[in-house]
């Protein structure tokens, strides 16, 4: 559930619980990355063998989605698929809540999405070109186009708020009605449900940023077709 709990106060700004098991997941995700790749080796530990193999897995899905560019979008939507993993698993831990279970938490994320998807396609084809495709077919389009961009953030945000709070929820009531005596299925059932809201809520940023990336391509490719 959405937690509104000051911790301590910084100046005017009340740091609330959800910021500081944010930043404790941001400091334990970094501090575990350097950990586990300042010796890496060309004859790999089963460690490395593990963090190669995850790598690889998400390179390969983005590649499916946008190939030839996973290079490029791999430390971005990677580093989002790992946070929201944590993000969302942290809440099974006794006192804790899922820092996704808060809309603050998750219309951050969507910011980052909605900044990252002008960002690649300014990258990809310019500025005044990308700029440029909000008026096509026709100018008259271009409010609607604004509207999609704010509508399908917002919905990010709010989608992966309700689910996480939800899930979260429903884990509690369960408890409360049956006590511990089932404890593994709820717990089960809230590991699959968290890691398949990570899985979507990056993949849908994938997909956004995929859009931008290949609409900038197909307007670089008429050009290149108009001017050999």
């Known amino acids: 559930m959405e937690s509104i709990n000051i911790v301590f106060q910084w100046g005017p700004i009340g740091i609330t619980s959800t910021v500081v098991t944010t930043w404790l997941l941001i400091a334990l995700i970094g501090l575990s990355a350097w950990l586990a790749t300042r010796r890496l080796s060309l004859d790999p530990s089963r460690l490395q063998t593990v963090l190669e193999g995850a790598v690889l897995t998400i390179e390969d899905a983005i590649e499916q989605v946008l190939p030839g560019q996973a290079r490029l979008i791999l430390p971005f939507v990677g580093s989002l698929w790992i946070f929201l993993a944590f993000a969302n698993l942290v809440g099974i831990i006794p006192g804790l809540n899922s820092p996704t279970a808060d809309l603050s938490t998750t219309a951050g994320l969507a910011l980052l999405v909605f900044l990252s998807v002008h960002w690649y396609g300014i990258r990809s084809g310019g500025l005044l070109a990308y700029l440029g495709h909000y008026l096509k077919p026709s100018p008259i389009m271009l409010p609607f186009h604004i509207v999609s961009e704010i509508s399908r953030t917002v919905a990010l945000a709010v989608r992966l708020f309700g689910n996480i709070m939800s899930l979260e929820s429903a884990a509690l009531l369960v408890l409360v009605v049956a006590g511990f005596l089932a404890p593994?299925?709820?717990?089960?059932?809230?590991?699959?449900?968290?890691?398949?809201?990570?899985?979507?809520?990056?993949?849908?940023?994938?997909?956004?940023?995929?859009?931008?990336?290949?609409?900038?391509?197909?307007v670089l490719d008429k050009k290149t077709g108009e001017h050999p």
């Open 184 to 218: 593994v299925p709820v717990l089960m059932l809230h590991i699959v449900e968290a890691l398949v809201q990570a899985y979507i809520f990056g993949m849908l940023a994938l997909v956004y940023i995929s859009g931008s990336i290949q609409s900038q391509q197909e």
